[in-house]
């Protein structure tokens, strides 16, 4: 079964300054990598995704992430953190789990804190 | 454009009462979820509907049940609730199960005390 890694429980970084929150994954085949951002009250809205190609991905709101399949990660990086950034980031893997089920596990958030 | 909708946004529930989260999406996606969201555990998968006419647990089905009335609408119930159904419940949706690109409702907050 897939399974997905969020080391960092909370980052705190200045405004303007650069940011890289970390994801790890588990799974046997290429699997399918997304971000989402869920802002306090929010749903989660899908930042980028990763299917296949290109390993270096670009998202919304100038975020973009890197596909290393030597390293099962796919860290998310933004190169100015602005104030309105601040908010919780969800790895997430998507895989087939057996005949026609599709399943997208989640891992347990990095909170970001963005000081001015 | 509302996208996926849920409602009620907050709630109170006595322990062994019961309730229905209802969610209702107007994209025309073919696939709905459930998923409760607690602190420091991530989304937990609770339910799933692939298409309308099938439905399926996931990772956490137990104490809940789900209905996809129709390609719109997918509800969820809680028949007896717990203190330990205490969480934020999300519904999202996708166009196809494989597809993966889900769109969120703004979640339900549920207290069972």
């Known amino acids: 079964a897939q399974s997905v890694t969020q080391p960092d429980i909370h980052i705190t970084v200045s405004e303007g300054a650069s940011l890289e929150l970390r994801c790890n994954y588990s799974?046997?085949?290429?699997?399918?990598l997304f971000w989402y951002v869920q802002s306090p009250g929010q749903g989660l809205q899908l930042l980028l995704k990763?299917?296949?190609?290109?390993?270096l991905v670009q998202g919304i709101k100038g975020f973009e992430a890197e596909f290393k399949r030597s390293q099962s990660s796919f860290n998310l990086r933004k190169p100015s953190v602005h104030w309105s950034d601040a908010a919780e980031y969800f790895c997430?893997?998507?895989?087939?789990?057996?005949?026609?089920?599709?399943?997208?596990?989640f891992g347990k958030g990095t909170l970001l804190t963005v000081n001015p | 454009n509302a996208g996926v909708t849920q409602t009620p946004k907050f709630q109170v529930l006595k322990t062994g009462q019961s309730m229905t989260l209802q969610c209702a999406q107007d994209?025309?996606?073919?696939?709905m979820y459930w998923y409760r969201q607690d602190p420091g555990m991530g989304l937990r998968l609770i339910y799933y509907s692939a298409s309308e006419g099938t439905t399926d647990k996931g990772e956490v089905p137990n104490g809940y049940n789900v209905s996809r009335l129709n390609k719109r609408e997918f509800s969820l119930r809680l028949e007896s609730a717990a203190p330990s159904q205490t969480s934020v419940y999300f519904c999202a949706s996708s166009l196809e199960a494989w597809n993966y690109g889900y769109t969120f409702g703004s979640g339900t907050r549920l207290t069972v005390v």
């Open positions: 994209m025309n996606h073919n696939s």
């Open positions: 997430a893997v998507g895989a087939r789990s057996g005949g026609s089920n599709y399943k997208l596990t």
């Open positions: 990763y299917f296949s190609g290109d390993t």
């Open positions: 799974y046997g085949a290429t699997p399918y």
